[in-house]
């Protein structure tokens, strides 16, 4: 009996995870990506930051207990690599081998080919002889993301676990991988890696699989449960997974976790500082802003210089890349941090792209911010009419229906697609609200430890929400974005720094709105970078609002036009889970079936339809249709504020 397409699962806030002894998963499909345009424009030829490596799109996938040929045939690969090709659109190669005592693995790999292409031992997917077995059988993998740490990692495995360093068979980060699981084991080789991925690796000899995904979720990863609770399947979208045969149920891989079949899902990374404001925790003894008289706090300098290495080793790269340069203050900080390093690698300017309607706040703002860093500034206009022309197909690139979320990713599909032409990788400035506090609902704020709590909070949903968001719009156009505020040590200071500094004086003056400790730290000139005063001190926007104040309103209402009086009233029939509460979300909702039928409880959603709808406190700044008054995002920059 056919399964169906797409089958409905349990919220991935209350996924059963897998117990222990669940049996091999058959299936595998995530993302690789490959930086850079193109290898004959570079922006710089040598450089400490400089790399030999493939990004690009994989899959694998596994027949078990007898199966012959259902997931490991080359037709079935190819299909699945096909419906993810924008991730990697210039190849697929196909590779397999014995797993178990009846099974068979194979990988697929989509190439986006950009820097050495001559180099054919970087390709992957990986599969290096074992040595354990004299060679007989191998441990394959397959890896999305970027191991910043991996010839630091890779040397520390020579000098203390005995590895020769022959046996590393290319440059690309994400071969250390093997040699962390050969060397450490599954445990010690997830909490080793400092970067961003999700990755899959076969190990033959012992009929062994072990999956990881990065601290935050940066790196996305579904996976599939067959009718007994197996996983069956891995996939870096949910189109990857939907018509594959025999499954039952699909979820989100957790952030932060690793899974083998032996262990099931084991939490890799949770710090005590998510703890640190739950009342009767014992974790709140520990808050550095408690412990020893608050002795351990970070300083002011502690905060720029953790960033500074966030930022300083996300240029790692040999290709073309540049910044989303939004004119908010995250993104302007990080242009700030990064000119320097890059006039150290002998660079002197490289592109920043801004998307917005004509006079927005971040139009104007990002405007007067690429003159003072002096970088080869882009500019996506767009209009209402132009954002409802594509809402369908965002949909179908970010697989959710979340409204708020959608909103987001519209300007951000512009803007990825601008940026697509010129470069191959991109900084951006995500994750810094969910870290200082940075959104307008905070002003209601009762208290600095209901604030870190709601940190905390926002912060556990970055994979389903911002981060859903930034990947699948830029790898709908085969770019990849970096994320240097989300680095795990930059995290660690700023979660470490006393709530009571991220309040908002509510009412108060621009120098007491949100992130205003941040503000400050970056307010001096930074080598001879200095962020003017109007950006410096503007009003955080939300990226579907900074881009125009009424554009959003315009679109709402082109969307309404689609949906009948007579289905709203009816959605709740035709939707009982998470049913529609206004005509926009009815639109996306439709939209979102039409593509992943039967799929409604595999994307998460805020409580409440939108983010500030789950806080401890109420505030009116924001309802589930956005922005409340969007005259407060109006600086002095803008032409109407001028005119």
């Known amino acids: 009996q056919a399964t169906p ?69 080359e037709e079935v690969v190819r299909s699945m690599c096909d419906k993810i090709q924008h991730r990697g659109p210039d190849g697929t190669g196909v590779d397999s081998g014995p797993f178990g005592q009846n099974g068979r693995w194979a990988l697929g790999h989509t190439r986006l080919a950009i820097v050495a292409p001559d180099q054919r031992s970087a390709d992957q997917p990986f599969k290096i002889p074992d040595i354990r077995t004299n060679n007989k059988h191998n441990i394959a993998l397959v890896a999305n993301g970027e191991i910043y740490n991996h010839d630091s990692l890779f040397n520390e495995l020579v000098d ?58 940066i790196k996305p990863l579904y996976y599939a449960t067959s009718s007994d609770g197996s996983i069956v399947g891995f996939a870096s979208e949910l189109k990857a997974l939907v018509g594959l045969p025999k499954i039952s149920n699909i979820y989100e891989f957790p952030n932060g976790h690793y899974y083998t079949p032996e262990t099931g899902f084991v939490k890799y990374y949770d710090p005590d500082w998510k703890r640190f404001a739950d009342e009767g925790a014992e974790e709140q003894k520990m808050a550095p802003w408690v412990a020893e008289e608050g002795k351990n706090e970070p300083t002011a300098a502690d905060l720029k210089d953790a960033l500074d290495m966030a930022v300083k080793k996300r240029l790692m790269s040999d290709v073309d890349f540049g910044m989303f340069l939004s004119g908010g203050i995250d993104s302007c900080i990080v242009g700030q941090l990064m000119m320097k390093h890059i006039r150290d690698m002998g660079i002197q300017s490289i592109p920043s792209f801004t998307v917005g309607m004509k006079d927005a706040p971040d139009l104007m703002a990002a405007r007067a911010m690429a003159k003072e860093l002096g970088t080869e500034h882009h500019e996506r206009l767009f209009t209402a009419e132009e954002a409802f022309e594509i809402v369908d197909n965002v949909v179908y690139h970010i697989e959710t229906y979340n409204a708020e979320l959608i909103r987001s990713a519209v300007p951000n599909y512009f803007l990825a697609e601008a940026a697509a032409q010129k470069v191959k990788m991109v900084i951006t400035g995500e994750g810094a609200d969910e870290l200082w506090a940075g959104y307008s609902y905070f002003e209601d704020a009762t208290n600095p430890n209901a604030l870190h709590r709601e940190l905390v909070r926002i912060h556990s949903r970055l994979a389903v929400a911002n981060l859903l968001r930034t990947d699948r719009m830029t790898m709908a156009h085969s770019l990849e974005a970096r994320v240097p505020f989300l680095d795990v040590l930059n995290m660690e200071k700023v979660m470490s720094l006393n709530p009571a500094k991220k309040m908002i004086v509510k009412g108060g003056g621009p120098k007491q709105r949100e992130k205003a400790f941040l503000r400050r730290i970056f307010e001096p000139t930074h080598h001879g970078i200095t962020i003017p005063e109007p950006v410096l001190w503007r009003m955080k926007a939300m990226q579907c609002e900074g881009v125009g104040e009424d554009w959003v309103s315009v679109l709402q209402a082109r969307l309404s036009e689609k949906v009948s009086d007579k289905e709203m009233a009816e959605a709740k029939e035709r939707w009982p889970h998470e049913t529609p509460q206004t005509k926009e979300e009815y639109y996306y909702r439709s939209v979102f079936e039409k593509h992943y039928p039967n799929c409604e409880r595999v994307p998460t959603t805020w409580e409440g339809g939108y983010r500030a709808g789950g806080a401890e406190w109420k505030s009116d700044t924001y309802t589930r249709e956005g922005l409340k008054d969007v005259s407060r995002l109006t600086h002095s920059l803008q032409q109407k504020h001028t005119a």
């Not at 710089?44 to 694998?60: E, H, L």
């Not at 022959?166 to 970067?195: F, M, N, Q, W």
């Open 160 to 217: 203390r676990k005995g590895v020769s360093k022959d046996t590393r068979i290319s440059r690309s980060d994400c071969e250390v991988i093997i040699h962390a699981y050969k060397a450490l084991g599954p445990d010690k080789t997830a909490r080793s890696l400092d970067g961003m991925f999700a990755f899959v690796l076969v190990d033959e000899a012992n009929g062994k699989i072990f999956a990881g995904r990065d601290p935050c979720g």
């Open 5 to 73: 397409s797409c089958p409905l699962t349990p919220s991935s806030s209350q996924l059963p995870l897998p117990q222990r002894n669940t049996l091999p998963f058959s299936f595998f499909r995530l993302r690789m990506f490959r930086l850079g345009r193109s290898a004959t424009k570079r922006l710089a030829t040598v450089s400490p930051f400089t790399q030999q490596v493939r990004r690009c799109g994989v899959f694998a996938s596994f027949d078990v207990n007898g199966e012959v040929g259902v997931r490991t045939s």
